[in-house]
């Protein structure tokens, strides 16, 4: 059982002073110049490009990466990174033509962007479902993760005590608005980082070690690529007639090179580009501090894995080897979400106390992010327009107040049991597929939202739901209806005996059937929808310094998939 020491606790509680004493203080200078809600909201102008970067990967790295893609590094190994490494490729996407979209028309929330392009049902519909979205998938999913994590690293039985006391600190930092979130986001970036670096060179250290090479990370990086050198490929094959069991297991999570013309561009540009909690951090600042910002994040993306993957792989080289026995189930098998965890017990006093901090910066700062985001859509896209259209602004605020403690509250009594299943799912797997359900649609609605201006309303709800049905009818019914390869898909038999589509190959398909669905619905409309968003390809070209930025972004991820395909 992992105990800390004394100076564990006096870093944490470094940690936690700062973070706590620095919202305050950027807390305290808001109420003095503006409680407006766009402030709340938004920080309107007040956040800089590297508050908005940092603010964005706080948000974005949470328990889904620190325990759900260790888990899949155990597992699958660096093919998980492509999301990571992929997302910094749509994060250049959404900075040059996404971005600027909402700039121009005075975009704030995405169910108002949905209102202005299509109709006012069509952001209600949206602005309902992403609210469940965030509660019943993303915040239960965080809380739950987090806690989990946090319990075994401290080695104790306190599950649900941690779980209320991280539900309290986000509470706490989100109610001060998104200029608190931006600006005390910087130092849960520096702290996830720092943390997240220490423990992969003490899983590193752990490997070189055990194989008798002395403390040297490098030859413990090229100990784990020897000894499993198939963790070390970008790219699944395809499993065959003799494939092991483990093998398909991978496939189906990771579907090769099929996933980079299917969900991988899916899952990322939705998530990045038409995500209130996500491009909320942007939307208040000018154009240029959104693209860089945006950008800083995309750069940022390329290390992640470093600090969340590699750990995974090197639990799972370490259990392959015989260590990390104790940290074994009842049952006799290792969980690969808790390969995270098992490195962390290994490390010494005064990092583990560095590492608890990083582990709690990543899980607080997204749940503060998400919830804020929560409080943004129901108070501007429900409350004003439907409940009380004469709000006040403070009352705005309060109303949004009242939604972020609603919101944590019920996150936690759903994760306190885990009603849904999350553990039994895996973490980041459980996160990628439900959010994928309703992927495919929304992206769709998006994009030819934004850039066909023959698309209607009829057609957007026609493609979100659609893609909807046709997300859930691949994943669950597809291989009982047509069998199990077709050409479309071909399901292998996963570890229940149950034959399964990969997911990220059942999106893909919903995208293309939903977007062929909104084509022949629009074509049927008017040749310009009076409310097409007008497109000046100005708003398009970046600056020398953005264009830098991109090229440098993009050197990097060809060479990692050169390396590693």
């Not at 015989?322 to 009842?330: I, S, V």
Request: hydrophobic share 55%; net charge neutral; charged share 10%.
């Amino acid at each position: 059982m992992t105990r800390f020491s004394t100076i564990d606790y006096v870093i944490f509680l470094i940690y936690f002073v700062i973070v706590a004493g620095y919202g305050y203080w950027i807390y305290r200078r808001k109420t003095k110049s503006d409680s407006a809600t766009k402030d709340f909201f938004l920080a309107e102008g007040s956040l800089t490009w590297w508050a908005i970067g940092a603010s964005l990967i706080a948000s974005n790295i949470s328990a889904e990466q620190f325990i759900g893609m260790s888990g899949n590094g155990f597992t699958v190994g660096m093919a998980v990174a492509a999301y990571e490494w992929f997302a910094a490729i749509a994060l250049i996407i959404v900075a040059v033509w996404f971005i600027p979209m909402y700039h121009k028309n005075g975009i704030f929330t995405m169910p108002q962007f949905l209102k202005i392009r299509y109709n006012e049902t069509t952001a209600l519909i949206m602005a309902i479902f992403w609210l469940f979205l965030y509660i019943l998938v993303n915040l239960t999913s965080i809380l739950f993760l987090g806690s989990m994590a946090i319990n075994n690293f401290a080695g104790g039985e306190n599950f649900e005590v941690i779980m209320t006391i991280l539900c309290v600190f986000a509470i706490i930092i989100t109610l001060g608005g998104m200029k608190v979130i931006g600006f005390t986001d910087v130092i849960q970036v520096l702290v996830l980082i720092i943390g997240g670096l220490a423990t992969t060179y003490v899983a590193l250290t752990l490997v070189s070690e055990h194989f008798g090479l002395g403390s040297d990370i490098i030859a413990g990086f090229k100990a784990m690529m020897k000894d499993s050198p198939t963790h070390f490929q970008m790219i699944a094959e395809k499993p065959g007639p003799d494939a092991s069991q483990e093998e398909i297991n991978k496939y189906l999570m990771l579907p090769g090179i099929a996933m980079y013309f299917a969900g991988q561009w899916i899952v990322n540009l939705n998530y990045w580009g038409c995500n209130q909690y996500i491009t909320q951090r942007a939307l208040g600042a000018d154009l240029k501090t959104a693209r860089t910002g945006i950008l800083f994040a995309g750069f940022l993306k390329l290390l992640m894995p470093i600090v969340v993957m590699l750990p995974g792989i090197a639990a799972y080289v370490l259990y392959k080897n015989g260590a990390l026995q104790q940290e074994m189930a009842p049952g006799g098998e290792f969980h690969a979400d808790n390969a995270y965890s098992a490195i962390l017990s290994f490390l010494p006093d005064g990092m583990k106390g560095l590492s608890l901090a990083a582990l709690t910066a990543a899980i607080v700062a997204s749940l503060a992010g998400k919830a804020n985001s929560i409080a943004t859509i129901f108070t501007l896209d429900i409350y004003k327009k439907y409940l009380d259209k004469d709000a006040s602004e403070t009352k705005m605020v309060w109303v949004g107040k009242v939604a972020i403690v609603v919101s944590m509250l019920l996150a936690l009594l759903l994760t306190w049991d885990d009603v849904l299943g999350i553990g039994g799912a895996g973490g980041f797997t459980f996160i990628q597929k439900y959010t994928g359900y309703v992927s495919p649609g929304v992206l769709a609605m998006f994009l030819l939202g934004m850039f066909w201006k023959r698309t209607t309303g009829t057609a957007a709800i026609a493609g979100l739901l659609s893609g909807f049905l046709l997300s859930v009818f691949f994943n669950e019914f597809a291989p009982a209806v047509f069998g199990p390869e077709t050409w479309l898909y071909t399901a292998f038999q996963n570890a229940n005996g149950k034959y399964e589509i990969p997911f990220l190959i059942c999106m893909g398909w919903a995208f293309v059937f939903a977007v062929l669905l909104m084509v022949i619905l629009s074509l049927a409309g008017p040749k310009v929808n009076p409310k097409a968003f007008e497109i000046d390809r100005k708003m398009f070209k970046v600056d020398p310094s953005t264009l830098i930025l991109i090229v440098f972004t993009l050197l990097v991820v060809g060479a990692l998939y050169v390396k590693f395909w």
